[in-house]
T-cell receptor, first 112, second 115 residues
Framework: KNQVEQSPQSLIILEGKNCTLQ??????????LRWYKQDTGRGPVSLTI?????NTKSNGRYTATLDADTKQSSLHITASQLSDSASYIC???????????FGTGTRLQVFP | EPEVTQTPSHQVTQMGQEVILRCVPI?????FYWYRQILGQKVEFLVS????????KSEIFDDQFSVERPDGSNFTLKIRSTKLEDSAMYFC?????????????FGEGSRLTVL
């Protein structure tokens, strides 16, 4: 079954600290893996997109990694800010379809 | 910056009523999507639309659902006879390419509450 699992479910960190969020997927074959940020009650906003041949992709303070062999990805956030408080969702696109398969997300809270 | 806009932001309806959710995709985008998110659950794919026809749909998208692009700008999702379990946030998205290649831009969502 095509699934995307994320850990931890929730995370609390202090402003200025770094954190790493994990994603494991069983989607096969896949086209790309995305990380989205979703504020409560808002639409998801794209952070990174990686194809299966890419190992890492950065977008400002966000760096995503992908290991297609172990079917794992991570999102590293450096120097966290209060505005980083949101859910971070790992999304995998099933190959040759329009279907994005979403994970349940990691809820990150950044406190001052 | 161009964005996907959705209306209404929140709609409350009685079970059995018809609901139309509206979306204005980004103007130069060609691929359109509807997703839904039941409270506390994952975002789920409903349907994709390209060249004035459905290109793919999920098992959730049954005969009660339909999509339409009635003019050059709007993209609508219709639920013919709403059920309690249709209560969710519905997100419209658009892109220049397919999900294989294109970045999807999501709207802010329309929250549907079925009583």
């Amino acid at each position: 079954k095509n699934q995307v699992e994320q850990s931890p479910q929730s995370l609390i960190i202090l402003e200025g600290k770094n954190c790493t969020l994990q994603c494991n997927y069983t989607v096969s074959p896949f086209s790309n893996l995305r990380w989205y940020k979703q504020d409560t009650g808002r639409g998801p906003v794209s952070l990174t997109i990686m194809t299966f041949s890419e190992n890492t992709k950065s977008n400002g303070r966000y760096t995503a990694t992908l290991d297609a062999d172990t079917k794992q990805s991570s999102l590293h956030i450096t120097a966290s800010q209060l505005s980083d408080s949101a859910s971070y969702i790992c999304v995998v696109t099933l190959y040759n379809t329009d279907k994005l398969i979403f994970g349940t997300g990691t809820r990150l809270q950044v406190f001052p | 910056e161009p964005e996907v806009t959705q209306t209404p932001s929140h709609q409350v309806t009685q079970m059995g009523q018809e609901v139309i959710l509206r979306c204005v995709p980004i103007s130069n985008h060609l691929y359109f999507y509807w997703y839904r998110q039941i409270l506390g659950q994952k975002v789920e794919f409903l349907v994709s639309f390209y060249n004035n026809e459905i290109s793919e749909k999920s098992e959730i998208f049954d005969d009660q659902f339909s999509v339409e692009r009635p003019d050059g700008s709007n993209f609508t999702l219709k639920i013919r006879s709403t059920k309690l379990e249709d209560s969710a946030m519905y997100f419209c998205a658009s892109s220049t390419g397919t999900s294989d290649t294109g970045e999807l831009f999501f709207g802010e969502g329309s929250r549907l509450t079925v009583l």
